[in-house]
């Protein structure tokens, strides 16, 4: 019998929101850095210098070290910049399972960002 291996599926972080259309934005992912291929949940921050994203990165000093979205879908960022949708405000609840913080952050940044995220309407449950 062949065994189903089911993988994350875009939007799957998602508990409720309230209109996707307000709620949603398509956004830039640059390339280059910690964004390869990033996943669906995946927690963003904003450059400050170019406006595009890249996942949220703790220790960063260029603007991702603050949460402000959450990746909708996949995004291979690998050799260029992609567009992508994004969770980008709230009112909205996600599932802290089914979010991707890239690296190994601790308890408190972990915190932070999910804080974060609050400050834009974006729940984290």
């Not at 409720?16 to 921050?45: K, M």
Request: hydrophobic fraction near 45%.
């Amino acid at each position: 019998m062949t065994t189903l291996t089911e993988t994350t599926h875009a939007g799957g972080f998602l508990v409720w929101e309230a209109f996707r259309d307000y709620t949603r934005e398509v956004v830039t992912i640059a390339t280059g850095g910690a964004n390869t291929v990033l996943q669906p949940g995946t927690v963003l921050g904003k450059i400050t210098a170019s406006g595009k994203y890249a996942a949220h990165d703790p220790a960063a000093t260029d603007g991702t070290e603050t949460a402000v979205a959450v990746l909708w879908g996949k995004a291979d960022a690998t050799t260029a910049d992609v567009n992508a949708v994004v969770l980008l405000r709230g009112p909205a609840i996600v599932n802290a399972n089914d979010l991707v913080l890239t690296g190994t952050p601790t308890q408190p940044e972990i915190d932070a960002a999910h804080a974060a995220l609050a400050a834009a309407g974006i729940l984290v449950r």
